[in-house]
């Protein structure tokens, strides 16, 4: 399984062969949707050059070493209400069946792969989530890039700029999630939206821990997109992780100078706030994004490793940040 190599220093390739690595958000799924991408084959970095896409498939997060990804299937917010829960539950079994498949062709062996939702409005009502099998859903991003019935983004292209909060209906699915054992994830959740969920996860007993799976933090780069400390404490203090993503953006200016130093520097404000158990991995890949130069597809992604121990990171924070950190979030349900 780990075949994959990095460049820089020597030890970095050894260290990062021997850790258990995590991905807590992968978008390949949609383009399965859109032009019926292949995820069970391996494929170059297109005609874009892993632009937006082309940035994962199966066989190269197996080639990557990666020991378990968490693949989201996105909600399209146009859908109409009546048709979203039977439309989630297809998607789940096909993205199930095109696992199952890889598995039978060895092209994720030694991957484990969960499956998430991006857009709790994938659901037609917060009951509908009894109908996902049981176990079948490690998690719900609350939130999307629009405003929902549910509460707001904090994204511009919610019609509330980032100020709207959680509504009832949204409390009633973080509450339904948490007794479903399925993990609320609260990127792309506007401030308030992203407390009031927090305070709703409180009331529940026992609660899951609550993540943030793909984000950056504003301590490095201000932008909507990105945490504050206040959340970054948040987190933490509920034994949740935040995972790092990875498009330019959204991780320093001017983009096209962004390399995977950045990631570290998000991670590194991440562990300065919130301790070292709370950072991880998000990358977001294949979310149209665009990724740090030196590092446009997950087969590169050793270099961060290089990066971390350029920088004076110690063996145990970076086995935390790789994969520990998320791997116990995965284990709590």
Not at 22 to 47: K, N, Q, S
Not at 237 to 247: A, E, Q
């Amino acid at each position: 399984m780990r075949n994959a190599s990095c460049a820089g220093q020597p030890e970095a390739a050894d260290l990062y062969r021997s850790c258990e690595v995590v991905d807590l958000h992968v978008e390949t799924f949609v383009w399965t949707r859109i032009f019926r991408y292949d995820m069970t084959r391996r494929h170059g970095a297109g005609p874009l050059r892993a632009r937006y896409f082309g940035q994962a498939d199966l066989p190269r997060l197996r080639a990557a070493g990666l020991s378990a990804v968490v693949l989201s299937i996105a909600t399209n917010p146009a859908r109409p209400h009546g048709t979203r829960t039977a439309t989630l539950l297809a998607n789940l079994e096909r993205l199930e069946r095109i696992t199952s498949t890889s598995t039978s062709t060895s092209a994720t062996d030694g991957l484990t792969v969960h499956l998430a939702v991006q857009g709790g409005n994938a659901f037609d009502s917060p009951g509908d989530v009894r109908l996902v099998p049981e176990g079948v859903l490690h998690r719900v991003t609350l939130m999307h890039l629009t405003d929902s019935r549910l509460g707001a983004t904090s994204s511009p292209l919610g019609k509330s700029r980032g100020r709207g909060r959680l509504t009832a209906e949204g409390r009633a699915l973080v509450e339904a999630l948490n007794e479903r054992r399925i993990v609320v994830d609260l990127a792309h959740a506007s401030r308030p939206t992203f407390f009031d969920a927090l305070e709703a996860l409180d009331a529940c007993r026992p609660e899951l821990p609550p993540v943030v799976t793909h984000t950056g933090v504003s301590g490095v780069h201000p932008s909507w997109r990105n945490l504050d400390d206040e959340q970054i404490r948040a987190i933490a203090d509920r034994g949740g992780v935040i995972g790092i993503m990875y498009h330019r953006g959204f991780l320093g200016r001017p983009p096209w100078k962004i390399g995977a130093e950045a990631i570290v520097r998000h991670l590194e404000h991440t562990i300065a706030v919130g301790g070292e158990d709370v950072a991880a991995l998000g990358s977001d890949w294949d979310g149209m994004i665009v990724t740090p130069r030196d590092m446009p597809t997950c087969l590169e992604l050793p270099i961060l490793v290089d990066r971390m121990l350029a920088r004076g990171w110690p063996e145990p924070r970076i086995r935390k940040a790789l994969g520990q950190n998320a791997l116990r979030v995965l284990a709590a349900r």
